[in-house]
């Protein structure tokens, strides 16, 4: 990470495979996408190398959904901030990491994200 924009600014949340998002990339659209954290600002997803020519830094992701009954549900624009993984050769079952940067929240939605987020970094997930 190079840049100051490249740093990540919010302290991120390690969750399980029970969270995910859900988001249009191009016209395709894309279901339970799992999210290996989650922060005020953004989070990282996994998804499959076939896909990850879509997955360009500053794609824009629309409609943008968290998926799991803790977290609210307005739809978010995002933007891909970087991509770990993938080659052209890559097996279709590889997976590609996606670092993705929240873009337009509402108010209270960002309440909400806020906090969730400050709740979980004082006690333990399970």
């Known amino acids: 990470m190079s840049t100051y924009s490249d740093r990540r600014d919010t302290r991120r949340i390690i969750v399980g495979p029970e ?3 859900s988001f ?3 016209g395709h659209g894309y279901q339970d996408v799992r999210i ?8 990282f997803a ?9 997955f360009e830094r ?3 992701l629309e409609n943008m959904v968290l998926m799991h ?6 739809p978010i624009i995002a933007a891909v901030s970087y991509v770990l ?7 279709p079952l590889e997976m590609v990491g996606i670092g993705i940067q929240f ?5 209270d939605t960002q309440r909400a994200l806020d906090v969730w987020v400050t709740a979980a970094s004082v006690a333990p997930r399970e």
């Open 85 to 91: 993984g993938g080659r052209p050769s890559a097996d």
């Open 24 to 26: 249009t990339l191009k």
């Open 36 to 43: 290996t954290n989650l922060s005020v600002g953004g989070c």
């Open 69 to 74: 009954p803790e977290l609210p549900k307005a």
């Open 19 to 21: 969270f995910g998002i």
């Open 46 to 54: 996994l998804v499959g190398a076939r896909d990850a020519r879509l």
């Open 103 to 107: 873009l337009s929240v509402d108010d």
């Open 58 to 60: 500053g794609a824009v």
